[in-house]
């Protein structure tokens, strides 16, 4: 009986070192695949089971494909026992009218059965969903402590009762990845899984990413690779219907950086946005998201004071901002203020005129449109509050904790909204329009 005992006990204690946590989903850099990536404590090999279930509107009942993984040891703390494996497997020749299920494993430890969208980006410059409308979920500055929770909860809600595509988290992940010796990291991660491992999770890294050289935000996420970026998950792009989008790295424009990165990352930029300009006539959208902003009112007034919205902005605006421009980029979706500010179209530190401006709409607007949604809820409560004297380009601005949803209706049509998940509703929106594939540049 004691034996027995023992034996049940040691297998309970197995299985919970073996048992996946942390999954979560992400885009690939080949169209119609989806990666889910997981974490075990003991070395086991992974597997994973997905099968479409819905395909259109018709029931799709097929059997589940069986595929194997890799696995990677990640050692998460300075100690060398601090060791977890995480484990990635890559679902293929999806379809983009199907939902399918899935579930992972170790060691016949299966995780609960999730369900993903078929529908993925295209990273090459093929045409594709053009016509089909879709909704993405934006913002920056998440994590585990009290007010990340308002996100948590509306956020999950959402993942539960309404359709979107995915996540593009705009950098400072978990408050942070590697404290506790990662244990906030594993904390954050499992915190997510029920929306992470539903709709793919895009990520790019901000400064609270920086420790030991990235190595956790390297680690624990697999972002396209492009080539360019070696597999780091810094920078990459995408093609979603009738948009471009741009995910880019801020922290290699700022101090104790290297500038053969900077180099690096900012003549890939040149480099892609030539190629989505080349195919501006059918894919007339480009939008670009990074962590640290381009444009924010907050204490503008004393610029050159140390403050993240005088001193940082004057460092990346003279490199990034003429790109922008005179390559057209639609809309600027940035974070790092810990608020949520609006802008209008914006060139030079000049609000610039559309065809037509509204408080919640431009149409045909001649530069790009700028919006910082940084307070998905942060560990350090209001501390970069929204400004009481803001520029006079700032169209709305917020302190509630919340995020953003953007949806691409079409060629013409693009509409933004902010959520509180404080208050439960939506607290801002804007429509961009547009009938021509590039504005007009007016300041030069
Ligand atoms: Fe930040």
């Known amino acids: 009986m004691q034996l027995l005992v023992l034996i049940i006990g040691f297998g ?27 974490v075990t404590y003991l070395n086991a090999p992974p597997h994973a089971a997905y099968r479409p279930i819905l395909c259109g509107n018709v029931p799709s009942p097929s059997n589940f494909t069986y595929i194997g993984g890799d696995t990677k040891k ?22 983009p009218e199907c939902w399918y299920e899935y579930k992972v494993s170790n060691l016949g430890s299966w995780s609960k059965t999730y369900l993903f969208n078929g529908r993925t980006p295209d990273t090459s410059q093929t045409f594709r969903d053009v016509n089909n409308s879709f909704t993405l979920i934006v913002f920056g500055d998440w994590g585990t402590g009290p007010i990340g929770q308002y996100t948590k909860h509306l956020l999950g809600e959402e993942t539960l009762t309404r359709d979107y595509l995915g996540i593009l988290h705009m950098g400072d992940i978990a408050y942070d990845l590697d404290d506790e010796d990662g244990k906030v990291g594993d904390d954050y991660l499992n915190m997510i899984q ?53 995910m880019y790295n801020t922290n290699p424009y700022f ?7 900077a180099d690096l990352q900012t003549q890939w930029l040149a480099n892609d946005l030539a190629i989505a300009n080349s195919q501006r006539s059918i894919r007339p959208w480009i939008i670009v998201l990074a962590h640290h902003p381009l444009y924010c009112s907050q204490d503008w007034f004393e610029e050159g004071s140390q403050t993240d919205c005088g001193e940082q902005p004057a460092v990346i605006k003279p490199i990034l901002e003429d790109l922008w421009y005179n390559n057209s980029v639609d809309l600027a979706l940035q974070a790092h203020l810990h608020n949520y500010e609006r802008d209008a179209a914006i060139y030079k530190n000049q609000t610039i005129p559309s065809q037509y401006d509204g408080q919640n709409i431009h149409i045909n607007p001649n530069a790009p449109i700028y919006i910082v949604s940084g307070n998905a809820g942060n560990n350090h409560g209001h501390n970069d509050p929204a400004s009481t004297t803001p520029q006079p380009w700032a169209r709305y601005l917020s302190n509630d904790y919340g995020y953003g949803r953007l949806t691409v209706y079409n060629q013409t049509h693009l509409f933004w909204e902010q959520f509180s998940a404080v208050a439960l509703t939506e607290i801002d929106y804007v429509w961009i329009i547009k009938d021509q594939p590039r504005y007009k540049p007016v300041l030069s």
């Open 255 to 261: 101090k104790n950086t290297s500038q053969a990165s």
């Open 12 to 38: 309970i204690a197995i299985a919970g070192y073996v048992h996946p946590e942390q999954i979560h989903l992400s885009w690939t850099e080949e169209i119609n695949q989806m990666r889910a990536t997981w």
């Open 194 to 246: 029920p929306i992470a491992a539903t709709y793919p999770y895009m990520t790019v890294p901000g400064n609270h990413e920086k420790a030991d050289n990235f190595t956790q935000y390297i680690n624990r996420f697999n972002m396209p690779n492009n080539g360019v970026n070696q597999g780091t998950s810094f920078f990459y792009s995408f093609n979603l219907g009738p948009a471009h989008f741009i």
């Open 74 to 95: 990640f050692q998460e703390g300075p100690h060398f026992w601090q060791n977890q494996y995480i484990h990635t497997t890559v679902f293929e020749n999806l379809l």
